[in-house]
């Protein structure tokens, strides 16, 4: 079972996180029914193998165990990565918005009347709202990818696995 998505980033779901947490859990089912196919295989082949499994038995049954830690590695090495980005973007926005949050407070201070005052304040408001929505929006969907960096490894190996071992 292959399905055909576009991968998705951060960067182009901030207005809808849920669809980066929808193709994360997409992408874990395929990698799941991959994963029981291979466990399903292997199991089968280490029942028929016995006590005294042939080279190519003993060959696969070692690749399990190697895949396994290479996926794992691998998986950590691009989340790390992932997350050192993520520090960045979260310390730009932060920037972004604390500057747009000083020119609204200096704007508000610089009010010559009541009235100027108070639809400044209203801005104010209105933008830091703004701007804490996107915050949330944007590290919801920040934090699904590196779910999905994470997952990547490992879906790889697993779907492969599954395609290579159907043709033996």
């Keep these: 079972m292959k399905t055909h998505r576009v991968r998705t980033t951060a960067a182009n779901n901030t207005a809808h996180p849920l669809n980066a947490w929808t193709d994360l859990m997409f992408k874990a089912?395929?990698?799941?029914?991959?994963?029981?196919?291979?466990?399903?295989?292997?199991?089968?082949?280490?029942?028929?193998?016995?006590?005294?499994?042939?080279?190519?038995?003993?060959?696969e049954f070692d690749l399990m165990s190697r895949e396994k830690i290479e996926a794992v590695a691998e998986s950590a090495h691009a989340m790390a990565?992932?997350?050192?980005?993520?520090?960045?973007?979260?310390?730009?926005?932060?920037?972004?918005?604390?500057?747009?949050?000083?020119?609204?407070?200096?704007?508000?201070?610089?009010?010559?009347s009541l009235h100027q005052s108070g639809r400044r304040q209203s801005k104010l408001a209105h933008d830091t709202l703004l701007n804490s929505a996107e915050a949330v929006s944007q590290f919801n969907a920040s934090l699904a990818d590196v779910a999905e960096t994470g997952l990547q490894p490992i879906h790889a190996r697993a779907t492969a696995n599954a395609k290579r071992l159907t043709k033996l």
Excluded: F, K, W, Y
């Design 29 to 59: 089912g395929e990698m799941m029914t991959a994963s029981a196919q291979v466990i399903g295989h292997r199991t089968a082949r280490m029942a028929m193998a016995g006590p005294a499994p042939s080279q190519r038995d003993q060959h």
């Design 81 to 112: 990565i992932r997350m050192l980005g993520l520090h960045q973007e979260v310390a730009v926005m932060a920037i972004q918005h604390m500057l747009s949050g000083t020119a609204n407070l200096i704007s508000v201070a610089g009010s010559s």
